[in-house]
């Protein structure tokens, strides 16, 4: 049987190569099962093994950082089953149950984004490229409900924007791909000027978002750019870009858009996934009930 360590290099390539997973889910792989390896000094592990890595979990993360560490190496395991590499497969017989707290997504109240996108918006003169930059991957964040590292990633063979439309060719967790269609006029009107400003470096890295160094943005950069308008209007809150997805999501959701269809925008494999923001939805149709319903209106007392 191959060292432990050298059979989780093969798997990663796998993944990397054959299943073409995301580069952010191999890193997640990679990251997990390293931190795997280390705690049985290199040595396939046994049931016993295994109990006191999720005692060792338990005790160091949070309940989701648990879930997704312990999917990693259960995912590891499995694979070497199905090849024949290992005869039992330790996880068959091991019972692990996590409590997990139902967390709601967080959301920008709407004033605060537009208070964001007005100071971007008030920040720009002609000739500061970088700050209409800024302005596109903010708008880009709050219409598309794409999740940043999937912004990051558009190209000149998924992103393309004209009069009418602007397109964006998305390719999600597991490689699932989705077409995001934007036609509100003053989106398209920046997408072509952002395009048009930095033609020559998309051209060059074939990369639609770019940094302050003339290279493809990263997620981190995105979320300087966040922080830089935030620190703007002098407030204290904490906004992430995956917050800009939760808000779009639940957006949707409170004007009436079908379920079906906010699953398919956000490119979830299941309904039960996208399920989690009729919670919040929720909250907003109670606040609605009590201000717009007419039986507020009227006074009787006995």
Same mark, same amino acid.
């Given at each position: 049987?191959?060292?432990?360590?050298?059979?989780?290099?093969?798997?990663l390539?796998?993944?990397?190569?054959?299943?073409?997973l995301?580069?952010?889910?191999?890193?997640a792989?990679?990251i997990?099962?390293?931190q795997?390896s280390?705690?049985?000094?290199?040595?396939?592990a046994?049931?016993?093994?295994?109990?006191?890595?999720?005692?060792?979990?338990?005790?160091?993360?949070?309940?989701r950082?648990?879930?997704?560490?312990?999917?990693?190496?259960?995912?590891f395991?499995?694979a070497?089953?199905?090849?024949g590499e290992?005869?039992?497969?330790?996880?068959?017989k091991?019972?692990?149950?996590?409590?997990m707290s139902k967390?709601?997504?967080?959301?920008?109240?709407?004033r605060t984004?537009q208070?964001?996108l007005?100071?971007?918006?008030?920040?720009?003169v002609?000739g500061?490229?970088?700050?209409?930059r800024?302005?596109f991957?903010?708008?880009?964040?709050?219409?598309?409900g794409?999740?940043?590292s999937?912004?990051c990633?558009l190209s000149?063979?998924?992103?393309?924007?004209?009069?009418?439309?602007?397109?964006?060719?998305i390719?999600g967790?597991?490689?699932?791909?989705?077409?995001i269609?934007?036609?509100?006029?003053e989106?398209?009107q920046?997408g072509?000027r952002?395009?048009?400003?930095?033609?020559a470096?998309i051209?060059?890295?074939? $990369?639609?978002?770019?940094?302050?160094?003339?290279?493809?943005?990263?997620?981190?950069s995105?979320?300087?750019?966040?922080?830089k308008?935030?620190?703007?209007?002098? $407030?204290?809150?904490?906004i992430?870009?995956?917050m800009?997805?939760?808000?779009f999501?639940?957006?949707?959701?409170?004007?009436?858009m079908?379920i079906?269809y906010?699953?398919?925008?956000?490119?979830?494999s299941s309904?039960? $996934?996208?399920?989690?923001? $009729?919670?919040?939805a929720?909250?907003?149709?109670t606040?609605?009930?009590?201000?717009?319903?007419?039986r507020?209106?009227?006074?009787f007392?006995?």
């Amino acid at each position: 049987m191959k060292q432990i360590n050298e059979a989780i290099k093969t798997y990663l390539e796998a993944c990397e190569h054959e299943k073409e997973l995301s580069p952010h889910t191999v890193k997640a792989y990679r990251i997990d099962l390293a931190q795997f390896s280390q705690f049985t000094n290199g040595t396939w592990a046994e049931k016993d093994t295994l109990s006191e890595y999720v005692k060792h979990l338990n005790t160091h993360f949070a309940p989701r950082s648990v879930k997704r560490k312990l999917a990693s190496v259960c995912a590891f395991y499995h694979a070497l089953e199905q090849n024949g590499e290992v005869e039992i497969n330790p996880f068959d017989k091991l019972h692990i149950k996590i409590h997990m707290s139902k967390q709601l997504p967080r959301t920008i109240p709407e004033r605060t984004v537009q208070d964001l996108l007005r100071c971007a918006y008030e920040t720009y003169v002609p000739g500061r490229r970088k700050v209409l930059r800024d302005i596109f991957v903010l708008e880009l964040l709050f219409s598309s409900g794409a999740r940043v590292s999937e912004l990051c990633s558009l190209s000149n063979n998924t992103f393309s924007v004209d009069a009418s439309d602007m397109r964006m060719l998305i390719y999600g967790k597991g490689r699932k791909e989705r077409i995001i269609h934007i036609t509100t006029p003053e989106l398209l009107q920046l997408g072509e000027r952002y395009c048009k400003e930095y033609e020559a470096d998309i051209q060059r890295t074939n $990369t639609i978002l770019i940094n302050d160094r003339g290279a493809p943005l990263s997620p981190q950069s995105v979320r300087r750019i966040i922080r830089k308008y935030l620190a703007k209007l002098n $407030t204290q809150t904490d906004i992430t870009p995956h917050m800009f997805r939760h808000t779009f999501a639940t957006s949707l959701l409170e004007a009436g858009m079908d379920i079906r269809y906010i699953q398919s925008l956000l490119g979830h494999s299941s309904i039960s $996934t996208t399920q989690i923001y $009729t919670h919040v939805a929720a909250e907003h149709q109670t606040q609605l009930l009590a201000e717009k319903h007419p039986r507020g209106k009227m006074s009787f007392s006995l």
